[in-house]
């Protein structure tokens, strides 16, 4: 259960790789702050979604995997030892009359002087297959995240997608399965064009225009039923696992109930990444102002300004000292 007699100066709800690093440059300023994750670990989408996957466009890095990143970002962060909640969800935040706040969540009550909303795309979740097959086989024949690359280890694996994450995968998978199949119900795909150009001279077998319409047990390996789109051919694949990426549904639902000015589910921040609510600011992949891009580049450039203006504001007769010449 959290704390609810403790103020903390700043709240960051979201412990993606924003948050983490919003974090971090509180803690590089002294406030006393504290991170809220719904997810069992920190690092977020990079964590969740491809620790395994090479990222090329991160500062400093000529090349880091999402695991290598997410372990850096929480390296730094425990120098200042914030407080973090994990598995647990903000479900509401409640201004008070001294412009403080209450945040509701999962495990009970908070108080906070000021808010950091870095949720990403909110609590995510994969779709699913559209097709019945039995719930135990998922993570034993039926993947939706390719996070140990081990277990595909000499596999026979058919990645089912067409977009840039299922290319990603597929080429993640090629190093250390037996055979990969991509499994797509278009012929074009829609990832970048560097990611299908590595596809086309890979030894990636592509399957298009097909869609798995059944699924059966056959010899402890899974037959997929694939159907050819606009047509009444089939055939079948036998593999030894199957990853979906059919993308993700994102749940910013919860963001209606936060009394926050929003454009297309996005939060609408000025310059200062402040919110229309005092003292709430936004960061990351949630915000929308114009020329936002979604990248992890972008919301750490973000973090320093949201955590620099928030504290001027809560105190305003402190020095914002801007260059990090000591960390303690
Ligand atoms: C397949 C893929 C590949 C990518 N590759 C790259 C790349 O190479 N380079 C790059 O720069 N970017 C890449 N991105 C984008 C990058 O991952 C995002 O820009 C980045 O993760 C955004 O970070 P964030 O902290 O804003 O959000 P997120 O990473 O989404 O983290 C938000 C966190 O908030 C938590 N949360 C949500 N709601 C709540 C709540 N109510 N209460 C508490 N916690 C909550 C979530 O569980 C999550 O952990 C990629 C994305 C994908 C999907």
Redesign the pocket.
């Known amino acids: 259960m959290l704390d609810s007699n403790h103020l903390f100066d700043i709240t960051i709800?979201?412990?993606?790789?924003?948050?983490?690093f919003a974090a971090y440059y509180a803690g590089m300023r002294k406030a006393d702050v504290q991170i809220?994750?719904?997810?069992p670990e920190?690092?977020?989408?990079?964590?969740?979604?491809?620790p395994e996957?090479?990222?090329?466009?991160?500062a400093g890095f000529t090349g880091i995997t999402?695991a290598q990143l997410t372990a850096n970002l929480i390296e730094q962060l425990n120098l200042f030892k914030p407080t973090i909640q994990l598995s647990?969800?903000?479900?509401n935040i409640q201004p008070q009359a001294d412009g403080t706040f209450i945040l509701e969540?999962t495990n009970g009550k908070t108080h906070t002087r000021g808010v950091i909303v870095?949720?990403?795309?909110?609590?995510?979740t994969p779709r699913k297959l559209a097709v019945d097959y039995n719930p135990n086989w998922d993570n034993h024949y039926v993947h939706y995240f390719a996070k140990q690359m081990d277990q595909f280890k000499d596999q026979v694996v058919a990645v089912a997608g067409g977009g840039?994450?299922a290319i990603?995968w597929a080429l993640m998978l090629e190093k250390v399965a037996k055979q990969v199949y991509l499994v797509h119900r278009r012929d074009q795909f829609r990832g970048l064009e560097s990611s299908v150009d590595a596809l086309k001279t890979s030894s990636i077998k592509i399957k298009t225009p097909f869609l798995i319409d059944a699924l059966t047990e056959t010899e402890q390996q899974l037959t997929l039923n694939l159907k050819k789109m606009k047509s009444t051919d089939q055939e079948t694949l036998t593999v030894d696992k199957l990853l979906v990426n059919y993308g993700?549904i994102?749940?910013?639902k919860?963001l209606r109930d936060w009394n926050l000015t929003l454009d297309h589910h996005q939060v609408s921040v000025n310059q200062q990444m402040a919110t229309n609510i005092p003292n709430i600011y936004a960061?990351?992949?949630?915000v929308t102002y114009p020329g936002k891009v979604?990248?992890?580049?972008?919301?750490f450039g973000e973090a320093p300004i949201a955590v620099t203006e928030l504290l001027t504001s809560l105190f305003p007769e402190k020095r914002q000292p801007l260059h990090s010449t000591s960390i303690m």
Request: charged content about 15%; overall charge negative; glycine content about 18%.
């Open positions: 709800i979201g412990g993606g790789p924003v948050g983490i809220i994750e719904s997810l920190l690092g977020g989408q990079v964590a969740t979604l491809y996957k090479q990222i090329f466009d991160v999402g647990t969800a903000v479900k969540t870095a949720i990403g795309n909110g609590a995510f840039d994450s990603e993700f994102s749940d910013t919860i960061i990351g992949d949630i979604k990248l992890i580049a972008s919301g």
